[in-house]
């Protein structure tokens, strides 16, 4: 086994829910690809406002509504530190990654998207990066057109460079693929389609936990990622977005909050953020969310990266001397993300019997059918690791799946 360069049995202290038995066996969380789980630190934090704090924002002339609406934009100023973006007032929160590229697809693609221009996407997108722009590309005859990518999953660069011209307005792209784990080079994407005068927003579902992502260095126009994925909770994402296309934007949900006047005459609409954030947004969400970026603050990110890099390497070494598994994505560039498939036998089998020792993998197409297709394949069965998972529950995983190969082949 590796040698440990990073404390994980002492953040595994703080995340209550590893220390579980799953069908009679302490349970090995391989899915923090699908959401990541979430430490004592953001699970007292909502519970804490729900205890004493709880209240709307921004419209209360009360103490609680005060203190609320406090804790709440401070939430979003840390977010802000997070991605190095130059101003809060350009993080948008939203329910998702989801919500995050369906707002850009119709506030900023609906009033700059013509007929007969292009939105590339790369193959390997998941569904939210692809169908968003499906919807609004087709009600304004425009189109969307996947980038290529090769057989270990790596975005063929000439292909795309060879793919634009003046009627590209948009470039979208997963900053690492979930499906396979292969990180994008966004910042040559994003000087390419600069350079041809189309926009960039960046996927950053699967990077956000692994990196600190810098929005200025990217230079990228949109970038879009969800709490969940980053220790945080569920039904909130962040949309950060250069400041002019955000003013520029009309917003696409209309209610409270995200106006400025309203009458029959005509409505004014708030100023940014939240001209995109109607109705009363998830307050206990995003103050629980800061939480989880103070906590990730508190660790050393870089040596918690190197971990989970020896994760992989452990685990990826052991899958090519496995007799039977074939790695599926072998790009050179990689987070901690092992999709695999067992020769002769269907993901979903390999990950009930998977699940019946005690180990949580996801399997299936991973919301990203295009790039099964290419494989051929109806999807994998897909181990990720995070700064959580030790090299032991690595070995859990291969002995469990020498024992499900007993059943399966
Ligand atoms: N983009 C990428 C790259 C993702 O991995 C996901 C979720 C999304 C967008 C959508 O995020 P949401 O929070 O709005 O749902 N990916 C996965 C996954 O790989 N397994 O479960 C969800």
Known sequence: MPELLFDVEKVRADFPILHQDVNGQPLVYLDSAATTQKPNAVIDAISDYYRNDNSNVHRGAHALADRATVKFEAARAKVAAFLNAPDAKQIIWTRGTTESINLVANCWGRSNLRAGDRVLVSAMEHHSNIVPWQLVADALGASVEPIPVDVTGTIDLSAFEAMLDDRVKMVSVGHVSNALGSINPVEKIIALAHATGAKVTVDGAQAVSHWAVDVQALDCDFYAFSAHK????????????????????????GGGEMIETVSFAGTTFNQLPYKFEAGTPDIAGAIGFGAAIDYLNSIDRKAAAAHEQALLAYAEEKARNTSGIKLIGTSANKTSVMSFILEGAHPADVGVLLDKQGIAVRTGNHCAQ????????????????????????????????????????
């Open 230 to 253: 980053l220790f945080g909770p569920t039904g909130l994402g962040v949309l950060y977005g250069k400041r002019e296309l955000l003013e520029a934007m009309p917003p696409y949900q």
């Open 370 to 409: 295009p790039i099964m297709d290419q494989y051929g394949i109806p999807g994998t069965v897909r181990a990720s690791f995070s700064f959580y998972n030790t090299f032991a529950e690595v070995d859990r995983l291969f002995a469990a799946i020498e024992k499900a190969k007993t059943f399966l082949l």
